[in-house]
């Protein structure tokens, strides 16, 4: 069982995400609003509270959102779950499509830090059932 620590959104592409009071995800779609929703593998992004604690422990000045994150998950590894897990949390079920990413052109916090977790500790969602999903709110996997 984990928490939900943060949701971010952005209708922009390759910038940090906003934090946000709450996000409505849509099935087959992705998160209201945010730039990343279409009818893809990579819907919804999600980065471990850990792995983001970690990172600041060495120096990082990062908000929530920054990585391009939508949702900061407390109580799981996330990179080591495998493919196709389902991920519940109130009426939402996500599926995990992809761990990691090749990032083209390095980040803000990348040319700041020389290093940016979310390529290799992020992973990716696709919507299965919608509903809304708050900081504080437990996430299960399926």
Request: hydrophobic share 40%; charged share 25%.
């Amino acid at each position: 069982m984990g928490v939900i620590k943060a949701v971010c959104t952005s209708n922009i592409k390759g910038i940090q995400k906003t934090e946000q009071a709450t996000i409505k995800l849509k099935p087959d779609w992705g998160i209201e609003g945010d730039a990343h929703a279409a009818p893809w593998h990579r819907q919804v992004s999600l980065l471990s509270y850990e792995q983001i604690e970690a990172f600041k422990d060495r120096g990082a000045d990062v908000d929530n959102g920054a990585f391009g994150e939508n949702i900061i998950v407390e109580g799981f590894d996330l990179k080591n779950l495998p493919i196709g897990t389902r991920l519940a949390c109130n009426d939402v079920v996500l599926e995990l499509t992809q761990i990691g990413k090749k990032c083209h052109a390095h980040c803000a916090i990348y040319h700041r830090m020389g290093d940016c977790i979310m390529p290799r500790e992020g992973i990716f969602c696709k919507v299965l059932a919608g509903g809304t999903i708050s900081p504080g709110d437990i996430i299960e996997i399926a």
